[in-house]
C-alpha cells in the first residue's frame, strides 16, 4: 500500500481487520483506512471505552492535502448484490472482498 505522504503512513490504521476489542497502538492513529473501500476517515470515538466504530469519510490528505482516492464503497455493495450478497456485513462474502484484493490488479 503506497500513501501520500509519510505523515499519513504513519498515522493511518487499516480497519478491514479490525477486532472492537483491539487495544493499543489503534488508539494513537488519527485517520482510519479501509482498504476494501479504498476510503480515509477520521475515526469516531463512540464505541465501548471510547473506541471508533465508525469514521467520518476525509476527501483530502491533512498533513500534504493531496487529493485521496475515490471510495469504492458504492461499487462493492454492487458487485456483491451481483453475486447474491444482500447483507455483505453479515453473509459470509468471498475472502478477497475482505481487503483491498476485490479490485488491486496484483
Ligand atoms: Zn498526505
Known amino acids: 500500500m503506497e500513501f501520500c505522504c ?12 479490525i477486532i472492537p476489542t483491539v487495544e493499543g497502538d489503534i488508539n494513537n492513529k488519527v485517520i482510519y ?45 454492487e458487485l456483491l448484490e451481483e453475486l447474491g450478497f444482500d447483507c455483505p456485513f453479515e453473509d459470509d462474502i468471498p475472502q478477497k472482498f475482505k481487503t483491498s484484493e476485490w479490485y488491486s490488479k496484483e
Do not use: T
Not at 6 to 17: H, L
Open 33 to 77: 483506512y479501509s482498504s476494501k473501500f479504498n476510503e480515509y476517515g477520521i475515526p469516531i470515538h463512540d464505541g465501548e471505552n471510547g473506541r471508533a466504530s465508525s469514521y467520518i469519510l476525509i476527501e483530502y490528505c491533512p498533513w500534504c492535502g493531496k487529493e485521496l482516492p475515490e471510495s469504492k464503497r458504492d461499487e462493492w455493495f
Open 6 to 17: 509519510e505523515d499519513m503512513k504513519n498515522n493511518v490504521y487499516n480497519v478491514d481487520q
